[in-house]
């Protein structure tokens, strides 16, 4: 059952991942988010993933000027956790009502007092809980703030339809016509461009160049480095896959870390091949 393990990386990445961001130094809760992404990938590896994934590939391909601030980067980029997280909000007040317990079982294990709220807002208190967290983490406020606007509505939702290896497991069906009314959500909440956390400026854009350094003031890029390590290791690259997986990011290209050996396959740009099973 793919839910216990997609639950209880839920609960240990809601409960360590501003503490990534606020101290990078925090080695407990580095470790933390670090296995919560190891338990949510066996939890979506067994159940598998959605809308939020499946709208994410069109966001992320369609993207024009956006770099997020502290990404190394010499092109246009949207990462693919912060692309499935800026459709989060939406798809869970949409898919609410199919679930009702299951979405508040989630809520609360982000923390959400849960005893009163009636199932009808099952979903509604969900979208509320990750706009929260966006908000502390200084995610970007929706699609708009990435560079989208109402024109790409109906391209965005055409993007998605090909998805249908991950789109048809949502536990709502989600029609053409119900993905536009999604991706018209342009914003997460009614704030400004971006989700600015604790009085600082949140999650900036830049323009793309490899002399970029590593963000600040809960920038993506603080949060990358906080589970990179202070030496910015690879070896420690991960994130929280199954709640947004805002942290999924690849190393600083000639970074300080340890570098990982290359295979022959790797230097000739090729994917190695994996062993079949029997």
């Known amino acids: 059952d793919g839910f216990g393990w997609a639950a209880r990386s839920l609960e240990m990445a809601a409960n360590h991942i501003v503490r990534v961001v606020d101290d990078p130094g925090d080695d407990e809760a580095r470790y933390q ?15 598998g993933v959605h809308l939020p994934h499946g709208m994410s590939y069109p966001v992320s391909g369609m993207v ?15 990462p693919h956790g912060m692309a499935v997280t800026l459709n989060a909000p939406a798809v869970f007040r ?51 703030a990435v560079g989208f606007t109402p024109k790409d509505v109906e391209a965005l939702a055409a993007g998605t339809l ?30 400004n461009g971006v989700a600015g956390r604790r009085g600082t400026a949140g999650m900036g854009t830049r323009r793309c160049g490899r002399h970029a350094g590593l963000g600040r003031g809960g920038s993506p890029g603080r949060v990358r480095g906080a589970l990179l390590g202070r030496a910015g290791n690879p070896a420690l690259h991960a994130g929280p896959l199954g709640v947004g997986p805002m942290l999924v990011v690849s190393p600083p290209p000639g970074g300080s870390g340890r570098s990982l050996p290359r295979t022959a396959a790797a230097e000739s740009g090729r994917q190695p091949r994996r062993p079949l099973r029997a």
């Open 33 to 47: 988010m670090i296995l919560a992404s190891c338990l949510a990938g066996i939890g979506f590896g067994n159940a």
């Open 64 to 78: 024009r000027e956006y770099c997020p601030e502290g990404y190394l980067s010499d092109h246009p980029l949207i």
């Open 94 to 144: 949409f898919t609410g009502q199919a679930s009702p317990e299951r979405h508040l079982s989630a809520a609360k294990l982000m923390g959400a007092d849960v005893r009163d709220v009636d199932l009808k807002d099952a979903g509604e208190l969900l979208a509320q809980v990750i706009i929260d967290l966006m908000r502390k983490t200084g995610m970007p406020n929706g699609l708009s």
């Open 162 to 191: 090909p998805q249908h290896r991950v789109t048809k497991l949502s536990p709502r069906p989600a029609s053409a016509e119900d993905r536009s009314r999604l991706c018209r959500r342009l914003r997460v909440h009614g704030g």
